[in-house]
């Protein structure tokens, strides 16, 4: 995947800006509030897919200006490629955002979701590492749901169930025939559930080792990176478990096993990241899952998506910076920092960000 060409119109800040990157490495610097995180947000709506930042359509298109468009040339499944996006607000005659690919209308944007595919780091994204179990699980789904298209269906079939059942959990006493519908509905969990497991074991079984393997490099050996699927029972078990469970299921009133429930470990030398890891150590870890992320996609997907790296250089010392700043190789890698002095440490191709413009070279 590369993006030979981005060009903005009326899109945040940016009036009017053309983006011909380099086909690896480019580093987006520029001051606080310039325009550069909206960069990469034009690049990652390429994708199809709404803004990482969770935005509105509407928040997109420049204040005061009537819709945005966003044109872009890229290469992809073996051809140069052309996608037009369009970003309409409220009471317009188009509003949200719609694509052209090809030159053909393919109406609502996430319609040509898996043309142009990308990666982000964003900061919230720390949260991997920071915050709860939930922030892990969306990560795996998200993940497993670009890769293969019967997660998604299978992952809807098994909260369906939760719901249902938690539902019948609270008024079972006054529910009649509640024994043979917990039933039924124990046999559902247990077999979409088993299949969600599935998933998530390999796929963290082949993210691991990458994400291992991408920390060692960018803190240089120093800490090692594990990660490892904290899954709700043993693999084929999940029935059992549910039935060895439903007494105390039905004194809780709601479902307290399955995958709903899960976590991924995140270890540092051994250690939970979340409580010992220092800052520039989790941002390390999450970006080291990230970049395997990224490769994961490439691996299963025969193409590897373009990575937007937002604001990841803070917190990082030098050694880890200039991980970034020069090691990136061969895959298409954008950066943004504010660090004016970015461009004596790289060897990427570096672009100026101010008020919204593309500063000539
Ligand atoms: N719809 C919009 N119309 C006009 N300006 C907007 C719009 N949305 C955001 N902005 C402006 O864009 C600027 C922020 O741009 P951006 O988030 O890209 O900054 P940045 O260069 O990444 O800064 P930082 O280094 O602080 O992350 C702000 O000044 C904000 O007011
Ligand atoms: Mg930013």
């Excluded at 188009?94 to 109406?107: E, I």
């Excluded at 991997?128 to 079939?157: I, N, S, T, W």
């Excluded at 540092?268 to 800052?279: E, L, N, T, V, W």
Aim: charged share 25%; with cysteine.
């Amino acid at each position: 995947m590369r993006l030979h060409r981005l060009e903005v119109t009326d899109f945040r800040n940016l009036r009017h800006a053309l983006l011909e990157p380099s086909p690896e490495l480019t580093v987006i610097c520029g001051a606080n509030g310039q325009g550069k995180t909206n960069l990469l947000e034009g690049i990652w709506l390429l994708t199809g897919a709404k803004s990482f930042r969770g935005a509105k359509d509407a928040e997109l298109i420049r204040r005061d200006a009537p819709f945005a468009v966003l044109e872009a040339d890229f290469f992809a499944a073996e051809r140069e490629q052309t996608v037009r996006l369009t970003v309409g607000g409220v009471g317009s005659q188009r509003p949200g955002r719609a694509a052209r690919l090809n030159g053909v209308d393919r109406g609502r944007a996430a319609a040509i979701a898996g043309s142009f595919t990308a990666v982000v780091f964003d900061p919230n994204h720390l949260s991997l590492v920071k915050g709860g179990p939930e922030g892990r699980r969306r990560f795996l789904d998200a993940a497993l749901c670009q890769l293969y298209p019967g997660y998604l269906a299978a992952l809807r079939r098994y909260t369906r169930a939760v719901t249902q059942k938690n539902a019948l959990l609270k008024a079972y006493e006054i529910t009649p025939g509640a024994a043979t519908l917990l039933e039924t509905f124990n046999e559902g969990l247990a077999a979409y559930g088993a299949e969600v497991m599935a998933r998530r074991a390999a796929y963290l079984a082949r993210l691991g080792p990458l994400a291992a393997h991408n920390y060692r490099d960018i803190s240089r050996g120093a800490e090692l990176l594990s990660i490892r699927y904290l899954p709700c029972c043993e693999e084929g078990k999940l029935g059992e478990k549910l039935q060895s469970m439903a007494a105390t299921e039905q004194r809780a009133g709601f479902c307290l096993v399955g995958p709903h429930r899960e976590d991924v470990e995140i270890l540092i030398d051994g250690q939970p990241g979340k409580i010992y890891g220092s800052q520039g150590q989790q941002r390390s870890a999450v970006l080291a899952m990230k970049l395997a992320e990224a490769t994961c996609v490439g691996d299963i997907l025969g193409e590897h998506p373009v990575m937007l790296l937002d604001d990841v250089l803070s917190e990082l010392d030098d050694d880890r910076q200039a991980y970034l700043l020069t090691r990136i190789e061969d895959k298409q890698t954008f950066v943004t920092t504010c660090d004016s002095a970015a461009f004596a440490r790289t060897n990427g191709k570096l672009i100026r960000v101010r008020g919204g413009r593309i500063e000539p070279e």
